[in-house]
């Protein structure tokens, strides 16, 4: 194969351009149409399966195997428009690098690569509407890679664990309805932010008292709205809030008693207490063959150990189709300033560490013999 140092521009040139050009998800138009007008360009076939989805195949000359490689494409909303400070940006560039590395090598090319570039990770999970779109059984994909750029893990190094990743995800909102009145008068009132932060404390029972403690899960209410002036005591009350564990059993277990936990404060404080839970994203659950296979083929010295996250990535979607692997390309260096967290203002890459991860890609493939 040639040698890849040639890339290097190209992507850092493909992460300009796609950074400037940030969509919201479902609205991605712009970007879908850059890397179609470039995989045209390379002379790459691919399809259009959902409006801003773009998938397709190369295929290898002795194919054993079809080995399908992900980026989510979609921007985050700030008050100034979209962004792209969830590093969507390198992951797009990283795979539109290693597509045409891999293209200008198919004479090198022995299994048959998919390539996914997915709308709408950062809202309903654009994963789950390729699945339902069948794109994975027409392209006959055996296994699924995926990564996140992410500043808890140093640069040049790889964050990845084999089981559970990162976990499944639920939206809470809960309506309490009382009875409002005036401050001093409680008795003829039922009292909503007295019940709401009863509920909220209430809650934290399920993780500490319903669950095994060594299962990971989290439940947090991070806003509550309620009241309108200091000395009538409120009607309405609106929690929202979020959940979060690996184990999907556990995740049954958290919506059960939080819906009984509801009734009961019903009957306790005559009031209504309405729960509405948006499921989420299953567990990102990495395959221990691809996982081992994975570290031999990058060296354990690339390694960073990795605990369970509590965040939640939709690519756990595909590995319920196939057997999957998602990985952390580390971005953290402390000397250059790269330390600031995902989906701030300030998040931002050395964009050296693309080149890394389409390097990782290719190592990947050599140790398995899909290229030579």
Do not use: W
């Not at 994975?136 to 808890?152: R, T």
């Not at 008795?187 to 009863?198: E, H, L, P, R, Y």
């Not at 009538?232 to 809030?241: C, D, P, S």
């Not at 000397?335 to 203002?345: A, D, Q």
């Amino acid at each position: 194969m040639k040698d890849i140092a040639y890339i290097d521009q190209i992507v850092k040139q493909h992460r300009t351009n796609l950074h400037k050009i940030a969509e919201l998800s479902h609205e991605e138009f712009k970007t879908a149409k850059y890397i179609r007008d470039y995989l045209d360009k390379l002379g790459i076939e691919y399809e259009t399966p959902l409006e801003t989805a773009t998938v397709g195949i190369i295929n290898g000359k002795n194919s054993k195997k079809t080995i399908a490689f992900r980026s989510d494409i979609d921007a985050l909303p700030t008050d100034d428009g979209p962004q792209h400070l969830c590093g969507h940006d390198g992951h797009m560039s990283i795979l539109l690098g290693f597509l045409e590395y891999i293209n200008d090598n198919k004479d090198c090319l022995n299994d048959n690569i998919v390539f996914v570039f997915q709308p709408a990770e950062e809202d309903t999970g654009g994963a789950e509407r390729l699945m339902k779109a069948g794109v994975f059984k027409k392209y006959n994909v055996d296994e699924v890679y995926g990564l996140h750029i992410h500043p808890d893990f140093p640069e040049g190094y790889i964050g990845c664990k084999a089981g559970y990743l990162m976990a499944q995800n639920g939206e809470i909102d809960v309506d309490i309805i009382g009875k409002g009145g005036h401050g001093a008068i409680p008795q003829n009132t039922v009292d909503g932010i007295m019940i709401g932060a009863s509920f909220v404390s209430a809650v934290q029972s399920i993780v500490s008292r319903n669950l095994n403690p060594m299962e990971g899960a989290v439940i947090t209410f991070g806003k509550m709205t309620a009241g309108s002036v200091r000395n009538i005591i409120a009607e309405n009350v609106r929690l929202e809030g979020t959940m979060r564990c690996f184990n999907p059993d556990i995740y049954d277990t958290m919506k059960k008693r939080l819906l009984e936990l509801a009734k009961g404060f019903e009957v306790a404080y005559n009031c209504k207490v309405n729960v509405h839970i948006e499921d989420g994203f299953y567990a990102v659950n990495n395959d221990e063959n691809l996982y081992n296979e994975f570290v031999e083929a990058v060296g354990k010295e690339k390694f960073v150990k990795t605990e369970p996250l509590m965040i939640s990535e939709d690519f756990s979607y595909y590995q319920r189709e196939v057997p999957g692997l998602f990985f952390m390309q580390g971005a953290r260096n402390e000397e250059k300033g790269y330390v600031n967290g995902l989906h701030s203002l300030k998040f931002d890459f050395n964009e050296d560490i693309m080149l890394d991860a389409i390097k990782t890609y290719v190592k990947m493939l050599k140790f398995k013999g899909s290229v030579e």
